[in-house]
């Protein structure tokens, strides 16, 4: 690959950008993202998207939109923008898509909306358009969803939702009642498409568990359960033998429940003081303030990976080890206030090894690893260890 030198390892090449001196004696600092990372999230979270999708016309307009419409490749194309790190984010702008079919020729919403009240918001949708106009409408978009969803998804950028708001069909009017109906952004207690998802991801027991209250959409198992874990535990205990647990950390959008129910004892490994959650994070507040600067709590905001590392001041090398290119964007800006940190990109986990190759290399990733569980053979190779 252009621009880094190779290095074999067992489960594919680590590339190290050229140019790049020993650190020998560098004080290192390892900093992780969850999904793809630490956790194969493809059977939890990435099915998650599609079925919430299916669930929500499935309960507004009776329209069978399988969730298998919503393929891992729309997903890693989505992904890729560097805009669509949160899966709420995607889920948002895909069903806001396929209301734009259903509804285009809608009347204005003037009823009072609540957000909170999920059953209504429901209803106050269902009441726009006429069961004919739903079916026609179901049958164009099914026709058609999985190549139009291609095109939206290549079309957008860093910016996220921005970027396929402006594409939407709709009256802005209308956008923003939808959006309202919708409660997004926002969360299990005011977000239709929220609670949908976490009742999707969590299953009823783990739902209730999480957030103390009942399930309104979901009376199974969740598919949280689906999730595998990809570091071993060898692959932490050798990292925490070379840098101690202090200098571990995690900088994740997930919250931390769902890491403790899958990474379970793992945790152990991690300074629980340099462990930030951005689910949980928004929730309490957001934005938030890092020094005299206001930032976002999501990413590509630098904020969560600044506030991880003020946790690490002894070292003066921090790695952020993260698979797509918001994880890539997120180090870059954090990097605008704080130059220790250098970005490690997983490359084997997503959709298209080759691909992500191509993509962070061209952005200037420090170095591309096929799996977090090549990392120290990274650090081995550039600090002697």
């Not at 079925?51 to 992904?79: A, C, G, H, P």
């Amino acid at each position: 690959m252009q621009g880094y030198a190779e290095y074999p390892s067992i489960n594919g090449p680590i590339y190290l950008r050229e140019g790049e001196v020993s650190k020998r004696d560098a004080k290192f600092a390892t900093i992780f993202d969850c999904d793809g990372v630490l956790v194969d999230a493809k059977l939890s979270y990435n099915l998650a998207i599609g079925q919430t999708v299916s669930l929500f016309f499935k309960e507004t307009f009776q329209i069978d939109v399988k969730s298998t419409y919503v393929s891992e490749e729309i997903i890693y194309r989505f992904r890729a923008s560097g805009g669509f790190n949160n899966d709420w984010d995607l889920t948002y702008s895909i069903i806001l898509w396929i209301l734009s079919r259903i509804l285009r020729d809608a009347p204005d919403i003037n009823d009072e909306i609540d957000p909170t009240d999920f059953k209504g918001s429901i209803e106050i949708l269902r009441s726009l358009v006429s069961q004919k106009e739903t079916d026609d409408a179901s049958t164009e978009i099914i026709g058609s969803i999985n190549s139009e969803l291609l095109r939206l998804a290549d079309s957008a950028d860093s910016t996220g939702i921005t970027s396929i708001v402006v594409k939407i069909p709709l009256r802005t009017e209308l956008i923003k009642k939808i959006t309202l109906l919708l409660g997004y952004p926002g969360d299990y207690q005011n977000s239709l498409l929220v609670r949908m998802f976490e009742e999707i991801f969590y299953g009823a027991d783990l739902f209730k568990a999480t957030y103390g209250t009942d399930p309104v959409f979901q009376t199974g198992d969740g598919l949280i359960k689906n999730e595998k874990i990809i570091v071993y535990e060898s692959t932490l205990a050798k990292i925490s033998g070379w840098v101690g647990r202090k200098s571990i950390g995690i900088a994740s959008g997930r919250g931390l429940s769902s890491a403790q129910f899958t990474l379970k004892n793992l945790l152990n490994y991690f300074n629980p003081k340099a462990m930030f959650f951005i689910e949980d994070e928004e929730r309490r507040e957001n934005p938030q303030r890092f020094g005299s600067k206001l930032m976002d709590v999501g990413k590509p905001s630098p904020l969560s990976l600044l506030k991880t590392c003020i946790q690490m001041d002894e070292s003066d090398f921090i790695f952020y080890i993260g698979d797509s290119m918001e994880d890539l964007i997120m180090a870059e800006n954090a990097r605008v206030f704080d130059k220790r940190i250098h970005f490690v990109g997983v490359y084997s986990t997503g959709l298209s090894s080759l691909e992500t190759q191509t993509r962070m290399s061209g952005k200037g990733a420090y170095a591309l690893i096929p799996s977090v569980n090549e990392l120290p053979d990274l650090m081995a190779t550039i600090g002697g260890m």
